[in-house]
């Protein structure tokens, strides 16, 4: 069974970088996995911010990255600022039509 | 505006039936393929199906496999989730997400909420 792995939690000082990683419990993400990013935060519908590796959604302010980091793909938020303040998913393609989210990483701004 | 709206949801006991739709505003649903995303009550996401852009691909989780189908009326504009068989732990708020070709998630809907309770 394929697990997709981010880490639980994290926190960033504001104007600081964060960098989550998204990877799997065997084998390493390439962009051949289309990995996408997502941001929620509470009591909201999530909001697509990454696709496809490294594009950013319409609207997305560009301090949101996101890349391929050794064998995982990674969403970077490089100037932190309270409201990015979320949980973040990511959602990879793991082939024959399906698609397998982690568990999410809560960011704390502080 | 460019919306997607999920309708559907509400309470229906173990072993029940429902099923979800997902309106398309603003935008031709036929362009896309769709998603659908569930979310338990303070859990995580998880993915549930998705359907290509004609409707002739349908692709589904292992744990609803057989009791959920996924469907679209592209005239219509709206995607829907046939779900039988349902169990308790399938209580959650379940999204339609529009996917730009095969791989690019895009817009969410704002969710239904499927209580399965008796």
């Known amino acids: 069974q394929t697990v997709v792995t981010q880490e639980p939690s994290f926190s960033v000082s504001p104007g600081g970088t964060v960098t989550l990683t998204c990877g799997l419990n065997?084998?390493?993400?390439?962009?051949?996995?289309?990995p996408n990013w997502f941001q929620q935060t509470p009591g909201q519908a999530p909001r697509t911010l990454i696709y496809s590796t490294n594009t950013r959604s319409s609207g997305v302010p560009d301090r949101f990255s996101g890349s391929i980091l050794g064998n995982k793909a990674a969403l970077t938020i490089t100037g932190a600022q309270a409201d990015d303040e979320s949980i973040y998913y990511c959602v990879l393609y793991v082939g024959r039509g399906i698609w397998v989210f982690g568990e999410g990483t809560k960011v704390t701004v502080l | 505006e460019v919306e997607l709206v999920e309708s559907g949801g509400g309470l229906v006991q173990p072993g029940g039936s429902l099923r979800l739709s997902c309106a398309a505003s603003?935008?031709?649903?036929?362009?896309?393929?769709m998603h659908w995303a569930r979310q338990a009550p303070g859990k995580g996401l998880v993915w549930v199906s998705r359907l290509n852009d004609d409707g002739s691909v349908a692709t589904y989780a292992d744990s609803v496999k057989g009791r959920f189908t996924i469907s679209r009326d592209n005239a219509k504009n709206t995607l829907y989730l046939q779900m039988n068989n349902l169990r308790a732990e399938e209580t959650a708020v379940y999204y339609c997400?529009?996917?730009?070709?095969?791989?690019?998630?895009?817009?969410w809907g704002r969710g239904t909420l499927v209580t399965v309770s008796s």
């Open positions: 997400v529009s996917s730009t070709s095969m791989v690019k998630w895009n817009i």
């Open positions: 603003g935008f031709s649903l036929s362009r896309y393929w």
């Open positions: 065997s084998g390493s993400v390439s962009t051949t996995y289309y």
